[in-house]
């Protein structure tokens, strides 16, 4: 199939100060709903990374958008996840960070390019169960141990040399075989292409790719959200968590948490620090409530929070 959709591209270039180079960030978004959700995630990868390079691959044969750089128009789509599979190493750029459409970008990520100098491809290992739940995860799954992960492949760092080729053409093969067998998802055929290619594979951190959607533990600051930007049918996910409470709520602190998608759109967040460095403040209760509400909330909601509630133990006090 790679040869047959190889020569499908027509480029619309629509910077004049970027061009296809060393580095450089891939979308693939096939139909309308998908494209105006990759607009709004490379619009936050513009506000952090202004100096990179943006090109967009998409079967809109005339669209225009300052948020890319380049677009290519093919016309051999599915509308299926196998248009991933088919048309990412189709990036102009020697190294490329591919992004799904439903990230939101936080900070900068250039030194994920910095690892492609040391790896061939760099991905977050999975964690949320759902592209799972049709396999028997105890026994080898397409031939692969079950001690190997799984891998998201929302956030895909990749060099272009003679392994990373022969691996999108094993996850090609690999895809069309799973499609034959009614699965439609492009996780499993991932893990395999990874698993059987000579390649040099890095893991990144979860805050590289931070599934927002399901419940999760990280620590650190999260540079790379991943949820809908969009509320849409999508093939993926629906919207479920608001990506803009996430962005907000999930780094307000960069200790080890745990994060709980709520159904109104909010979270829970539930520190994970250690036991042992917890026990430093527990001689006090009320001290370890105080620090955790000031670490938590901030010294001013803090103080008005202790406010209102003396004022409110007086008032019962007296009536």
């Known amino acids: 199939m790679k040869e047959a959709i190889s020569h499908q591209f027509t480029t619309q270039n629509m910077s004049q100060n970027k061009t296809s180079g060393d580095l450089g960030f891939l979308y693939i978004a096939m139909g309308n709903d998908y494209f105006r959700e990759a607009e709004k995630s490379a619009e936050t990868l513009q506000d952090e990374m202004q100096d990179f390079p943006i090109t967009l691959i998409t079967d809109k044969k005339e669209c225009h958008s300052e948020h890319f750089d380049s677009i290519n128009v093919v016309e051999d789509v599915s509308y299926s996840f196998g248009d991933v599979v088919n048309y990412i190493d189709q990036s102009p750029y020697d190294k490329t960070v591919y992004l799904d459409t439903d990230i939101y970008i936080q900070s900068d990520i250039s030194e994920v390019f910095n690892m492609l100098e040391e790896c061939d491809i760099a991905a977050s290992v999975a964690e949320n169960k759902w592209h799972m739940q049709h396999y028997d995860l105890e026994h080898p799954v397409k031939g692969v141990p079950e001690a190997f992960p799984w891998f ?12 990373t080729s022969r691996f999108f053409d094993l996850w090609r093969s690999e895809y069309r075989q799973d499609v034959q067998n009614g699965i439609i998802h492009n996780m499993p055929s991932l893990r395999c292409a990874l698993y059987f290619s000579n390649i040099q594979l890095a893991p990144l951190p979860r805050r590289y790719n931070c599934l927002v959607r399901a419940a999760n533990k ?5 540079k790379v959200f991943h ?9 993926g996910a629906s919207k479920e968590a608001d990506i803009q409470i996430a962005t907000k709520v999930l780094n307000n602190t960069t200790d080890p948490r745990i994060y709980i998608p709520l159904t109104d759109g909010s979270f829970e967040i539930i520190d994970e620090t250690p036991v042992s460095i917890r026990t430093r403040y527990q001689s006090s209760n009320l001290i370890y409530r105080l620090i955790g509400s000031i670490q938590q909330h901030g010294i001013k909601n803090t103080l008005q929070t202790i406010y209102n509630k003396s004022l409110g133990y007086l008032n019962n006090f007296y009536n």
């Open 218 to 222: 990280t620590t650190g600051q999260i």
């Open 227 to 235: 949820g809908r930007l969009e509320a849409f049918d999508a093939l």
């Open 152 to 163: 998201n492949g929302g956030v895909i760092a990749f060099t272009k040399n003679k392994r």
